[in-house]
Structure formats: C-alpha cells, structure tokens
C-alpha cells in the first residue's frame, strides 16, 4: 500500500490490516493520523455544544408571520443595492456621454479656429485637412507649415 | 439525528388541517419539530445568535410551500430539506464576511502543534476549548457544501443514509463528498497548524 491509499483510510476512519503495517512503518503517514485524531477530537468537542433551544413563545411567533407576504432573505437590501447600482450606472453613462459632446464639440471648433487663424486667413488648408482631402505627404507638409509657423522645411 | 417517527394520524391530520389554513394545526406542527430545526440550523452555521431568526424563516417557507408536499418522504425530511436550503442562503450570503472574521492570517495564540492537538483533546479543559475553537474556525471557512455534510454527519450525527435522504443524494454520493470534506478539512488543519 502507498501513503496516498493509507492517508485517504486514515481521513475516513477506514483502515485495513494493510494500511495498519504501513502506518506502523511509516512516519509521514503516523503524522497525518495523528492530527487525524486530534481533528476529529475537536468535532466531537463542538458536537457536545446544545443546540440553542426555542425560546418561550417560539410557535407563537411563527404562527403569527403566517399571513405576511412572503419576502426573500436580506431581499430589501438587495432591491435598495440593486437600484443604487442602476442609479449610479445610468448618472455615470449621462455625465460622461454629456462629457463627451461638450469635449468632443470644444476640441472640433478650436482645432477648426486653429487651423482658420494659422494658416493667416486661408481656413481652405485646414477644412481640406479635416476632411481628408490630401495625400499623406501633403498632408505631412501642410502639419509642418502649421507646426513652423508657416515655413514649410 | 435518528428520523422521529412522526408520520402517525394526528401528524397527518394536523398536515392536512394546516394545508386548509390551520395556523392551529401548523402550530401542532412547529412545536414537534422546532427542536430538530433549530438543531440542524445550529450544526450547519455554527451560528447561535441567528438560530431563532433562522427557524423561523424556514417555517414560514415550509407553511407557504406545504401544498408541494406530497408525502413521500417524512414531515420530518421535507422539513430539514427546506431547513438545509435556507441554510445554503445564509451561507451564500454571509460568505464574505465569514472568510474575514475567520481567517487564520496573523493568528498565533491559537496555533496548536501537532504534538499539542491530541493532548487537547485530553482533559485540560483550556486545550479543549482551544482546539474546540480551531475546528469550529475550520469548519466555518470551509466550502459550503463540505461544511453542510460535515455538520450532518460529524456533528448532528446522522447517518450517510439519512444524510442521502435530506440532501437527495445517492449514498455514494454523500460519501464521496464526505470523504473529501474531511480530507480538505484535515489538510487545512495541518496548513494552519504548520503555520501557513
């Protein structure tokens, strides 16, 4: 028998003759028997605690929650949980949707006005850039103008 | 906890009375098995404060429910099968909680050696109670499945066949999750006392 079959008798309580001569052999496996025991010990221990008995009047109590409407555990909490996090969900999208215009609406009329004033009264080079209307060696050569002040290199 | 023989005339009259709405009836009915209830409860959460509360959730589940029960097991069985479920609930629910408060992180005054756990068990009453408390950590923390079978078995005292018949399972069944409970028990027995 190897320590694997004797350790899982011994975790059961359930030893064969065999599984006896290997633990009278075997150190590793007379260390798990013996917090084994001692395990089992405490579960016998805690076994002894009385169950708390009903206090006066238990039934009485009972019978009279009879006619309540019936509600899930802790099922208050959870709706009120479940609503905040919906709430703050929805507030959160809102803001950053909001947030997201006014950025995005900002960004778009500076970057125009930018460009318009830059390029000193010809707005033609940047609405041609914005719209993608030039190559991409162009398009290099008119963000160097813009980057140099108007002195392409 | 041997199966009452419960399932006499006056049981099933008081069965069929409270069907029709007799809170009399279902108050014959709470007072025989308020005892077992509260016992399973105690087993399985180790929780004596929420017990009463507990108990009388599970009560007013198997009053709205009775019409469900059909008679083919005990009063008894069926009683305990909603008792284990409401059961799983608060386990499920207080998960969290239970991992922290009973971690064993940091904790080195209730470290027995392997050397000191047999002799807890022995007659010093201090020993005892320390090796008493280190179980019951155990047991708090574990799975609850593992926890559910262990309480029925090493602490309620149930059979495997009566364990097989709440938690409609096959025995085989119960003894597979048996055995691994112990064994997952038993590992974190020896972790915590090694220190980890």
């Known amino acids: ?153 | 906890m041997a199966e009452p023989v419960g399932r006499d005339a006056q049981e099933l009259e008081w069965i069929r009375n409270a069907k029709q709405g007799s809170h009399e009836a279902f108050g014959a009915l709470v007072e025989r098995y308020q005892r077992r209830v509260f016992s399973l409860i105690y087993r399985v959460t180790g929780d004596r404060e929420q017990v009463e509360d507990l108990s009388q959730e599970v009560f007013l589940k198997a009053y709205r429910a009775l019409d469900s029960y059909n008679q083919t097991a005990s009063f008894g069985t069926w009683l305990s099968r909603i008792a284990i479920n409401h059961c799983y609930d608060y386990l499920r629910q207080t998960r969290g909680t239970r991992g922290r408060l009973e971690s064993f992180e940091g904790e080195s005054e209730g470290k027995l050696s392997p050397a000191d756990s047999l002799a807890a068990s022995g007659p010093d009453p201090e020993r005892a109670a320390l090796l008493r408390d280190i179980v019951s950590k155990l047991l708090r923390r574990a799975p609850e499945d593992d926890r559910v079978v262990m309480a029925l078995k090493e602490l309620d005292g149930m059979s495997v066949e009566e364990i097989s018949e709440i938690l409609e399972m096959k025995i085989g069944t119960v003894k597979v999750r048996l055995h691994r409970a112990r064994k997952r028990m038993l590992e974190d027995f020896r972790r915590m006392q090694a220190g980890g």
């Not at chain 1, 803001?95 to 004033?117: H, K």
Request: charged fraction near 20%; charge should be negative; glycine fraction near 10%.
């Open chain 1, 1 to 153: 028998m190897n320590c694997k079959e004797v350790q899982d008798g011994i975790v059961d309580g359930n030893m064969s003759p065999l599984a006896h001569a290997h633990l009278a052999e075997c150190t590793s496996c007379q260390a798990v028997a013996h917090d084994a025991e001692a395990l089992h010990a405490g579960l016998k221990l805690l076994a002894a605690d009385a169950p708390p008995e009903a206090s006066w009047g238990f039934a009485g109590r009972v019978l009279a929650r009879l006619d309540e409407k019936p509600t899930r555990f802790f099922e208050p909490l959870e709706v009120i949980g479940r609503r905040a996090v919906f709430a703050a969900g929805a507030l959160a999208m809102t803001l950053l949707m909001l947030a997201g215009f006014s950025i995005g609406g900002a960004l778009g009329r500076d970057v125009r006005e930018s460009l318009s004033l830059t390029r000193n009264g010809t707005p033609d080079t940047a609405e041609v850039l914005l719209a993608g209307g030039v190559d991409e060696n162009e398009e290099l050569n008119v963000m160097s103008e813009l980057v140099n002040g108007g002195d392409p290199r």
